[in-house]
């Protein structure tokens, strides 16, 4: 058995963190993946990260959690040269992905339609940050940008009046699982019908179809009412920190005001009257939290049946024994000058050829002899194409 995408060939033209992170996962599931940079003007992100020593050998840890699995090709293509060198491996491939700014790819003479004349069945993905279409289509947009465009930034911070962005790029990564979840469907389809297909992802359409039932009701035009934030599903202070409390039903609800004794609030069973308890069950709460620590009632809860976390820092939620359970962290080969290296697999398992790491991420260009040595490309050829800063 083997997983899903061996065999199929994703020719990977993007940068930064939403494209990389799509063809991550198509890469962690097999697929045969050929991440293609600038020879000048490598993404970027090789350069970012905590740790200067991997920073200077473009081994940034912004690039490092989504590299793995990966072939690396330098092309410039501006070049004629180069630009071949990507149609010939366009005319193999089963996936091509790009993720800049709308437009530029076809100015290349590398868009979805000429690719397409040279292999009529290919998954051509742009993802860009506002789509193809619209007055919008060729600006360009990271994480925060389309947080704020979104409304994102305005909602989360609509307590304080100031905009607050939250604490991860949740958009990249969102845009990344999104594209690659149509790459997968395009891939199916044209395993049943033999049809090609071009995939346009707009990270903006992404970032507010997560804000979800926020974003009917704002749209909505008619009568609405005002809904209180629930006293049962919010975070408040402990005796050593916060805990969030996530009792969100009213089985849940029942059986937390039953183990805290308080048969009244335990008796609550419809919307309308737990809306208009608010107040009440808030104060009720601020009360009792503050008695136990947050391990304490991150238990009691766990025991009673009712969701509830205490707030925790990233080094403490990884290391917590659930994280160790699911296999999520997988280590790097070392690399000189890093301690241990970590990095997520993918966020989902399989019963079996599930998503693995099986190579680390690569240097920039370290496959280009391998790579164009299967195009038919012979030293000499490539030694004049590396002279010519086209590889």
Not at 36 to 46: F, G, S, T, W
Not at 153 to 178: E, H, I, K, S
Not at 224 to 236: F, H, L, N
Not at 249 to 271: C, E, M, V, Y
């Amino acid at each position: 058995m083997s997983r899903p995408f061996e065999g199929i060939r994703v020719l990977d033209a993007t940068h930064v963190l939403a494209g990389p992170y799509c063809t991550y996962l198509l890469g962690l599931l097999g697929a045969d993946v050929i991440k293609v940079e600038n020879p000048q003007e490598p993404d970027p992100v090789r350069g970012r990260g905590p740790v200067p020593a991997l920073n200077a050998k473009g081994l940034g840890f912004n690039y490092l959690v989504q590299g793995s699995n990966k072939r690396a090709l330098t092309l410039d293509l501006k070049q004629e040269a180069a630009r071949e060198i990507f149609r010939r491996l366009a005319a193999d491939a089963d996936v091509v992905v790009e993720n800049w700014r709308s437009g530029a790819f076809p100015v290349l003479g590398l868009g979805y339609e000429d690719i397409r004349e040279i292999n009529p069945d290919v998954v051509y993905c742009s993802l860009t940050a506002f789509g193809q279409d619209g007055p919008w289509a060729q600006a360009t947009a990271y994480d925060p940008t389309v947080q704020a465009f979104s409304g994102i930034m305005q909602r989360t911070g609509a307590a304080t009046g100031v905009p607050v962005m939250p604490g991860a790029p949740f958009v990249d990564y969102g845009a990344g699982l999104n594209a690659a979840f149509a790459i997968a469907s395009a891939l199916f389809h044209r395993q049943r019908t033999g049809e090609g297909q071009y995939i346009d992802c707009s990270m903006l359409d992404l970032a507010l179809v997560m804000t979800g039932p926020a974003l009917v009701a704002d749209d909505y035009p008619g009568e609405k009412v005002p809904v209180p934030a629930e006293a049962g599903i919010a975070c408040y202070r402990t005796r050593d920190g916060w805990l969030q409390l996530g009792a969100y039903n009213f089985r849940q609800s029942k059986r937390l005001w039953t183990a805290l004794g308080r048969p009244d609030l335990a008796a609550i069973d419809n919307w309308p009257e737990l809306w208009a308890a608010t107040p009440r069950i808030r104060a009720t709460l601020e009360e009792i939290l503050p008695t136990r620590t947050s391990a304490e009632w991150e238990e009691f809860l766990r025991d009673i049946r009712v969701p509830g976390a205490r707030v925790r820092s990233l080094p403490d939620a990884i290391a917590i024994p659930q994280v160790a359970a699911r296999g999520l962290m997988q280590e790097l080969p070392p690399m000189p000058g890093a301690d241990r290296v970590r990095v997520p697999n993918a966020p989902f398992a399989f019963a079996k050829d599930g998503p693995r790491i099986d190579t680390p991420p690569p240097r920039l260009g370290q496959h280009n002899d391998e790579i164009l040595a299967e195009l038919g490309y012979g030293p000499g050829d490539i030694a004049a194409l590396r002279q010519n800063g086209a590889i």
